[in-house]
């Protein structure tokens, strides 16, 4: 999963590292320096970004993307970001899909060529206080 990150260049240079991932369950990290803003936070971009980044990831973990659903990406359509409070240090992101809902997607997308989901993760920060918290709508879908 490292690779993924590398393979978006931009989350590359901000430092997110992934530190869990297993079907069903993604948590990334996203360290202070280079995403600190001029008021000495973390930069509201970033947080975002390491947030958006879980739906990825936990589709690449979750769905067999070269097997039964090879051709099919990961997308997402839609996604809102609620800011809670100024984060400081590493911030810590984590998303997750249920069972029956992995299955519901994956029955989808075989069944008409894409299979939407909602996702919501929750950013804190090193004290464990919630900093963010996103809701976004994804696609496994097929490509061509």
Same mark, same amino acid.
């Not at 260049?9 to 992934?18: D, T």
């Not at 320096?33 to 001029?38: D, F, I, S």
């Not at 994956?106 to 008409?112: F, G, K, P, S, V």
């Given at each position: 999963m490292e690779a993924l990150v590398g393979s978006v260049?931009?989350?590359?240079?901000?430092?997110?590292?992934?530190v869990e991932v297993v079907p069903g369950r993604a948590v990334?990290?996203?360290?202070?320096?280079?995403?600190?803003?001029?008021f000495g936070v973390t930069y509201a971009g970033s947080l975002f970004s390491v947030a958006?980044?879980?739906g990825g990831v936990?589709? &690449? !973990? *979750?769905?067999d993307l070269e097997g039964e659903l090879a051709g099919f990406v990961p997308l997402v359509k839609e996604s809102t970001i609620r800011?809670?409070?100024?984060?400081?240090?590493?911030v810590r992101a984590e998303a997750s899909m249920s069972h029956d809902e992995v299955a519901r997607v994956?029955?989808?997308? &075989? !069944? *008409?060529g894409k299979g939407e989901f909602v996702l919501e993760a929750?950013?804190?920060?090193?004290?464990?206080?919630?900093v963010a918290s996103?809701?976004?709508?994804?696609?496994?879908?097929?490509?061509g």
């Open positions: 260049p931009i989350l590359a240079a901000m430092g997110i590292r992934v990334a990290e996203l360290p202070p320096e280079p995403n600190v803003n001029h958006e980044m879980l936990l589709c &690449l !973990a *979750t769905f800011f809670r409070r100024p984060a400081m240090g590493v994956r029955d989808d997308a &075989l !069944a *008409t929750t950013l804190t920060d090193a004290g464990g206080e919630v996103t809701v976004g709508t994804y696609q496994v879908r097929r490509l």
